[in-house]
């Protein structure tokens, strides 16, 4: 319904899906869109509208790159915000990437260093987005493949301060942890640790691919393909994470090779496993 | 009915005369001509409206990575789709 | 080394020719030192250009499939390498790119496939219709109360249903997109020059295609361009014929509203 909150384990919901859950109404918890699959699309917006009538949901956008040096693209986050104002969702989040530059806009999420500098830019652009949107944006931790000498914190350093300066929220995607954590070197119970529990407004789970690196194939990178059922390393990282911040709204990003409906609703069963168990403890 | 000229000898009650003297027609896709239609989905439509996600890809999805011939132009003159199936269409027939 | 500097580096390792390996662009070197991650994070990058790259050939296969149909597959996904090389996405909305596709078909194909551009961008507009939603058309009743005021009428705008293109073309593609939806592709078609119009009408995942005769195109094409009901009917000659293309138009739901802009400064507005 127009309004009403994100509670236990959503899904995404994806256009090949669109009609089937308009016409079968399943019991999902929650759903959450990628507003630009609907921007030139009247046909999905007016059947995604009729289905937010009878459910909560949250938007994510891929496009508004609050990274980018050049400048948010204003046009863009205009269209945004009009669906936004539409849709009434109850989280509104983006990424800590960047993708737009100089006018071009390169399909992707690019990765940032995390510096005073970069800390400067993008709160300046989650103040833009906050004020356009009428509302908090949740900001995404990436899924890195490189990282930079010239960092000077580490990633859940620079998203808290980000939480505290801008007042945006963090949406703590789990698996990219995962993914962060292998690519780069570090320990992603650590990095869970590190996060302010109170900043954390959503939580992510999605699947990935293990492959060579591209530079040596005695090492290997893990891919943020979203193709593929949750990986178990992301289940235990989940658990902690439940332990460190109590449950969370949690979504399943399943966005290549999209199986059944019904593969996306038991996944989504067994985060709802888990956040039950995380409320008996405590 | 006001006569009043829309345009020389054109009234906005001829026009409905002769609208109302049209077969009446249930929907749009019944146009003055019958036209095939189509079911669309399986090509374009709600599902196929454009696929931005924030997925990375994996490296056994990358099939449009073909090799760039070195002399480009040799295939495009043989085309292998329905084309081969086209009777004059070239420009050395028009 | 500033973050502008950073992005610089990046765009142009993700944008590059895919044939040049990461180690000899610019960029690379621009970012030599500053990355961390593996033995050799540049080489990394190699997963931002392989999405990069291979979701917007994805895209472009998607929006163009009867034209895949139509010249193969391989000269469909090497027309599209190029147009990503040469016209990369400018907006953050990928469902909206390709627009530009048919243009670049015609620069590279149009010689000797001479109707793969009209093909191509009938296809686009295919795709556009078939998301088009429509809305409820202005009844014979609405115009009927509005038959005492010709000359406000004469002044107003209408707005044609969303899902409507009216489209000019050199080729008879249609019969080709009759093919490709009926499944025919054994049997040879005859292709010879005929110039004329097509007129797309969609919504929500149905979509029709004809041939309409010049007079009914130009008619339809006035409207959607936004001239008023009299420089539309203007364009057709004989007045009996012009009052029978707009009352089949109003008819077959054309039409969904009379625009509420102004016509004039001195006239009311519709």
């Keep these: ?282 | 009915m006001n006569t009043r000229e829309l345009t020389k000898g054109l009234t906005i009650a001829s026009i409905i005369a002769a609208a109302a003297a049209l077969p009446a027609y249930a929907t749009p896709q019944q146009g003055p001509a019958k036209a095939p239609s189509f079911k669309s989905e399986k090509c374009y439509g709600i599902a196929k409206a454009g696929k931005n996600d924030c997925a990375a890809t994996g490296n056994n999805s990358c099939a449009g990575h073909s090799k760039v011939d070195a002399d480009k132009k040799a295939w495009i003159f043989v085309p292998a789709g329905y084309c081969e199936r086209i009777v004059g269409g070239n420009k050395s027939a028009m | ?270």
Excluded at chain 1, 90 to 101: F, I, Q
Excluded at chain 3, 65 to 80: D, N, R, S
Excluded at chain 3, 143 to 160: F, I, N, P
């Design chain 3, 1 to 270: 080394m500033r973050l502008a500097e950073v992005q610089d580096a990046l765009r142009e390792i993700v944008t590059a020719d895919p044939a040049r390996p990461i180690v000899s662009l610019r960029g690379a070197t621009a970012l030599a030192g500053q990355l961390v991650g593996g033995v050799r994070p540049s080489v990394r990058l190699a997963v931002h250009r392989r999405h990069y790259r291979a979701s917007l050939l994805e895209a472009l296969r998607t929006k163009f499939p009867a034209t895949a149909w139509l010249v193969g597959e391989p000269t469909l996904v090497a027309m599209a390498e190029e147009f990503v090389q040469q016209h990369p996405p400018r907006r953050p909305c990928i469902a909206e790119y390709g627009d530009s596709f048919p243009q670049h078909l015609a620069a590279r194909l149009g010689e000797t496939l001479p109707y793969v551009p009209d093909f191509a961008l009938v296809e686009w507009q295919l795709g556009q219709v078939s998301v088009a939603v429509d809305a409820p058309p202005l009844t014979l009743d609405t115009l009927s109360a509005l038959a005492g005021d010709d000359e406000v009428l004469a002044r107003c705008r209408v707005t044609v249903q969303h899902g409507w293109r009216v489209l000019p073309v050199r080729w008879p593609v249609e019969r080709l997109f009759e093919r490709f939806f009926t499944g025919d592709d054994t049997t040879p078609t005859e292709m010879a020059p005929a110039s004329g119009h097509l007129l797309l009408r969609g919504a929500r995942g149905e979509v029709t295609l004809e041939r309409v005769a010049p007079d009914r195109a130009r008619l339809l094409g006035a409207l959607l361009e936004g001239l008023t009901l009299a420089e539309a009917l203007a364009s057709v000659p004989d007045e009996t014929r012009a009052s029978l293309l707009l009352a089949e138009l109003i008819a077959g739901g054309a039409i969904t509203a009379l625009d509420a802009r102004r016509p004039a400064q001195d006239l009311p507005s519709c």
């Design chain 1, 1 to 282: 319904m127009i309004g009403r909150r994100v509670v236990g384990a959503g899904i995404g919901l994806r256009l090949p899906h669109l009609l089937e859950v308009a016409a079968t109404r399943p019991p999902v918890a929650w759903f959450e869109i990628h507003p630009e699959n609907f921007l030139a699309n009247p046909h999905g917006r007016e059947v995604l509208e009729d289905i937010a009538r009878d459910y909560p949901v949250s938007v994510h956008t891929v496009g508004v790159s609050v990274g980018s040096a050049h400048g948010v693209d204003r046009a863009h986050l205009a269209r945004v915000a009009e669906m936004v104002a539409a849709l009434d969702p109850d989280l509104v989040s983006g990424h800590l990437a960047w993708s737009t530059h100089e006018g071009d806009y390169l399909n992707d999420l690019l990765p940032l260093p995390y510096t005073e500098e970069t800390l400067n830019v993008v709160a300046r652009h989650l103040d833009e987005v906050q004020s356009a949107l009428g509302r908090t944006f949740v900001l995404e931790n990436p899924s890195s493949y490189v990282g930079f000498a010239g960092s000077t914190m580490r990633e859940p350093e620079f998203l808290n301060r980000l939480a505290a300066s801008s007042g945006c929220r963090l949406l703590l995607d789990v698996s990219n942890v995962v993914i962060s954590a292998h690519n780069l070197g570090y320990d992603p119970v650590a990095y869970v640790r590190e996060i302010d529990p109170g900043a954390v407004a959503e939580l992510h789970l999605g699947g990935f691919a293990e492959e060579e690196d591209p530079a040596t194939a005695e090492q290997t990178i893990l891919v943020d393909t979203h193709g593929a059922v949750v990986d178990a390393k992301s289940w235990a990282l989940y658990e902690t994470v439940l332990e460190h911040l109590g449950p969370r709204p949690t979504l399943i990003e399943w966005d290549n090779d999209i199986p059944a409906l019904h593969t996306l609703m038991a996944e989504a069963e067994t985060a709802r496993g888990h956040l039950e168990r995380c409320h008996a403890t405590r």
